[in-house]
């Protein structure tokens, strides 16, 4: 099967009703005393862009994505205006991703050095996960040998993708990881999608279980990783640490039913994002249920006008 | 995607996927569906002839998706004399590829990478057989060379394919400027000393005006020295035997099965791809115009024969969307044109 | 090239129709390309430029890496078929490096590279048609694929060229008109109306000079008005699909979705 189209029109959005002026004229829009406004607004989400002054720098203090200059607090990004208490920051709404520490992430092997793996993770720079941070063969808490140093590709390789948690920082800003806990490790069973950091909200949990046999990772780096449900078994601690299992690259046997549902996750997560819609797991659930109601594939979801229609159902004054 | 290669289980994902009964993809795709494809003409108005072409874009927000500018510009060349012209013209075809459409790559990988696909492109299009007959000028004197530039600004799987079907659509596009040549005549019976040929370049043959005293007389054939363009308005006539540009279907090859039009990731999940560049009615039912096979797997004879039969088929139905999409595109061309 | 062409006539006309002071029609498209971490198509008139930026990431080479703030790479490549006469540059081409390397001088002091250091931030240009202007399409495309890619900026870098025909001051010239008469580009930062950049590689009397560079930064700033206008648009567009995604299940996050140092 194959199928063309034409592009849409690029430029359509562009408007030219407005009117333009001199740039000493001030549009009506722009406000003039600002100082005073600021105080005024609470927490809206007010839009700024770089080069804006937001307020004074004497009343309050400079957060991300802002600098003092001349004693204004002045943004550098273009986003949302955010205020708590006496700290001014502006939050980009698309840019890589900020870890903090204890954020779960879905990272990718890039490179196995001594002792150590770099990990892309969406960052600024690649993320480390050192040989000390992941659970070993033969009992969690045991001292590292030489032969695991040699044997560091028998852990993860190149490629491989594995979840995490940030543990800590170097001082020039790249994020450490760490793998011990059972729930972290090498990721089988799946694929991953990439969405914007900012449409993955901080939940209770980033694991989620959907009821049709499909288990989610929401990383907060914006990969998610959507894999078969594997049953937990649930006892904690050194005897539920299986070195075979936990570094193998093999998958278990996935029946059709799971991989559709698997594609299905998959989709309704790229539809979603591509609205810009942040992900929550109430929101893929309903979503999955949906398209479940109304009987359509995950081919069907590579329509536009279904894609919509899913969106609509979703946030129904959109 | 972050970078290209992937993990051991996500490979044996995919290819047990392509293997599984009934196959399933990623993005819930049979083996032989391609992805969205949009297409549209005369993007480059410097150009004589362009297309845009994008493979999977995103409908909402146009991410993602494979695309593909090309553009075709002719140029007159003498012949000999120091000139590179050749006898009724020649073609050349190049891929560039944006920096942006591999992220990953360093600048001599980049430059790897578009020099294969220029020699892929460029040894299929130049063929002789393929050669438009209107490229000639003056015979012996000038001739157009037709550059054809490929620009690959976003690569998300399948690029050959998407390289083919914008250089066809390219091609399919360009039109060549109708000349006259201007012939400079020897005084002859008291005429003029200087005379202008007539004969207007018609259809498919307009290199050299043959204005016949004697068909023996040699001097005559070369008197041609340059030529003008009767009409700078007019865009000038399509290009001969357009119908006969190739098309390319990408076989992805997960021993025993293939599939088509894969994704980026999927792409790194196949060990060996198999491209053929075909076509149709031209005047054989069906003409290969050439084969190549990417990555390190290795192919029996028989399979060769029965990837090449299957090949056809997904290819003969590529080039008769792509034809029909192309006769819309100049109906609709034709529309905007005569709002004016 | 001697064109017959008037560059302005008596009625106070130029070849396209403009006044003097009249800038060519400016089209932004900021909506999401590929893979890119951010990018914008800009056209101005019929000049027209893709940006693609990608990063802060980590440097393909490490050699590249600086130890307290990120390297900015650009590359540039042109269009083989963007001009009037086809010309194919390699990426190589000394013209093409020092144009790069014009874009990149002219954001290093912008960019608030301090903030991530040994990352790398790669800016790719392509040209996809050319009607003079280059230079500030591409500067003006870079700025906003920047802040597309939430990459903090001290203020926008806003970019116009101008020239002098006879003693009649010309903004915003086509190619016609840069072949013919002596031109500069400049980039002003609107919020210090520092000036960022200025080149000039025609000759101009000095006495014109002045008045030539005042007006383009005037017209610098009239260019900050679409080019904001495009940003505030696009995040007014995301957010409100945000906020109508997040609305009705706001109870569903977690009491800590409060990210004020991020």
Same mark, same amino acid.
């Given at each position: 099967?194959? #199928? !063309? ?5 690029? !430029? ?32 809206? @989400? ?9 307020? #004074?720098?004497?009343?309050?203090? $400079? /957060? ?18 955010? $205020? ?23 990272? $990718? ?12 993770? @969406? ?31 028998? !852990? ?38 990439? +969405? ?43 005897? %539920? ?78 | ?19 599984? @009964? ?85 600048? @001599? ?49 399948? +690029? ?20 006259? #040549? +201007? ?7 008291? %005429? ?66 293939? !599939? ?50 299957? /090949? ?29 | ?22 800038? $060519? ?18 056209? &101005? ?21 600086? &130890? ?155 260019? &900050? ?24 299940? #706001? ?12």
């Amino acid at each position: 099967m194959i #199928s !063309f189209t034409s592009f849409p029109s690029r !430029f359509a959005e562009s408007s030219y009703d407005s009117t333009r002026h001199h740039p000493n004229v001030k549009d009506d829009l722009m406000d003039l005393d600002e100082y005073e406004d600021f105080a005024a607004q609470g927490s809206l @989400n007010k839009l700024t862009c770089p080069g804006e002054s937001l307020t #004074s720098s004497q009343a309050y203090m $400079r /957060g991300h994505g802002t600098y003092v200059d001349n004693e204004e607090v002045i943004a550098s990004v273009a986003g949302t205006i955010e $205020r708590v208490n006496k700290l001014v920051s502006v939050r980009a709404i698309r840019s890589r991703y900020n870890p903090e520490v204890g954020d779960l992430v879905v990272g $990718r092997i890039t490179e196995v050095q001594p002792r150590r793996w770099k990990v892309d993770a @969406n960052s600024r720079q690649d993320a480390v996960l050192m040989l000390s941070s992941v659970n070993l063969p033969g009992g969690v808490q045991r001292r590292k040998l030489e032969s695991d140093e040699l044997q560091m590709r028998g !852990f993860f390789e190149e490629g491989d993708l594995l979840v995490a948690e940030v543990q800590a920082f170097f001082s020039d800003g790249a994020m450490s990881l760490h793998t011990r806990s059972l729930k972290y490790g090498k990721l089988r069973n799946g694929q991953l999608v990439t +969405v914007p950091p900012i449409l993955v909200r901080r939940l209770k949990s980033h694991f989620l279980t959907l009821p049709c046999g499909v288990d989610l990772i929401l990383g907060l780096n914006g990969y998610i990783w959507v894999s078969k449900h594997v049953k937990t078994n649930e006892q904690e601690g050194e005897e %539920g640490f299986d070195a075979e299992a936990v570094y193998s690259n093999v998958n278990d046997d996935i029946d059709d039913s799971t991989r559709n549902a698997i594609s299905r996750v998959t989709h309704i997560i790229r539809v979603l994002t591509s609205h810009f819609v942040p992900l929550t797991d109430v929101l893929l659930l309903e979503a999955y249920e949906w398209t479940v109601e109304h009987e359509s594939t995950a081919k069907d979801l590579l329509q536009q006008e279904f894609g919509d229609a899913l969106v609509a159902s979703i946030a129904p004054s959109q | 995607m972050a970078s290209t290669s992937i993990s051991k289980a996500e490979r044996s994902y995919i290819q047990a996927g392509i293997l599984a @009964n009934p196959p399933s993809r990623a993005d819930g795709r049979s083996l032989y569906d391609f992805r969205n494809i949009a297409l549209e003409t005369g993007v480059a108005p410097l150009a004589n002839g362009s297309a845009r072409l994008s493979i999977g874009r995103n409908p909402h927000d146009g991410s993602g998706g494979t695309e593909v500018l090309a553009a075709a510009k002719l140029e007159v060349e003498n012949i000999g004399d120091g000139g590179e012209g050749v006898e009724g013209g020649r073609i050349s075809c190049t891929v560039s590829c944006s920096p942006a459409a591999y992220p990953h790559l360093s600048s @001599n990988a980049l430059d790897d990478l578009q020099y294969d696909m220029t020699t892929i492109l460029n040894e299929t299009l130049t063929h002789r057989v393929l050669h438009p007959p209107n490229l000639g000028i003056l015979r012996g004197k000038k001739a157009w060379v037709l550059h054809l530039d490929a620009v690959v600004l976003y690569d998300e799987g399948n +690029v050959y394919d998407a390289v083919f079907m914008a250089a066809r659509a390219a091609l399919w596009d360009t039109k060549v400027p109708r000349t006259r #040549s +201007v012939e400079y005549q020897a005084k002859r019976k008291g %005429g003029a000393t200087k005379g202008n040929a007539e004969k207007e370049g018609g259809s498919g043959d307009m290199d050299v005006d043959e204005e016949v005293v004697s068909g023996f007389d040699t001097r005559q054939i070369q008197t041609a020295t340059d030529f003008e363009l009767p009409d700078y308005w007019d865009e000038g006539e399509p290009l001969g035997g357009r119908e006969n540009w190739p098309v390319c279907v990408t076989l992805n090859i997960v021993q025993p099965s293939h !599939f088509l039009d894969a994704t980026q990731t999927e792409e790194a999940a196949t060990p060996l791809r198999v491209l053929l560049m075909l076509a149709f009615d031209t005047p054989y039912p069906t003409s290969v115009l050439g084969m190549r096979t990417l990555g390190n797997g290795e192919l029996t004879a028989a399979q060769i024969a029965e990837l090449l039969k299957a /090949g056809e088929k997904y290819a003969r139905e590529i080039w008769t969307s792509l034809n029909a999409k192309l006769k819309e595109e100049t109906m609709n061309r034709l529309k905007e044109r005569s709002k004016f | 090239m001697a064109s017959r062409v008037e560059i302005l006539n008596e009625g106070g006309y130029r070849s396209d129709g403009r006044r003097q002071f009249e800038l $060519r029609t400016i089209d932004i498209d900021l909506s999401q390309q590929g893979h890119a971490d951010g990018a914008a198509v800009i056209t &101005h008139g019929l000049a027209h430029v893709m940006v693609s930026v990608f990063g802060p990431r980590e440097a393909k080479m490490r050699s590249q890496t600086i &130890h307290d703030r990120a390297n900015i790479n650009v590359e540039v490549a042109v269009a083989a078929f963007s001009t009037g006469d086809r010309r194919k540059r390699s990426r190589g081409d000394k013209r093409i490096l020092e144009f790069a390397a014009t874009i990149k001088s002219t954001f290093e002091p912008v960019i608030q590279t301090s903030l991530y250091p040994r990352s790398q931030i790669d800016i790719f240009v392509q040209v996809i048609q050319q009607d003079g202007g280059l230079l500030q399409a591409c500067i003006n495309g870079t700025t906003l694929a920047l802040m597309n890619a939430g990459i903090p900026m001290l203020d926008f870098v806003c970019a116009v060229n101008g020239g002098v025909h006879s003693t009649s001051p010309l903004l915003d010239l086509t190619l016609l008109e840069e072949n013919d008469v002596p031109n500069l580009t400049i980039a002003v930062m609107p919020k210090t109306r520092k000036v960022s950049l200025v080149t000039m590689e025609t000759r101009l009397h000095v006495d014109r000079f002045e008045e030539i560079f005042r007006l383009a930064t005037e017209a610098g700033l009239a260019i &900050h008005g679409e080019m904001k206008g495009a940003i505030l648009g696009r995040s007014k567009s995301l957010m409100g699909s945000i906020e109508l995604g997040s609305q009705q299940r #706001s109870g569903n996050t977690a009491a800590d979705a409060m990210d004020d140092d991020d």
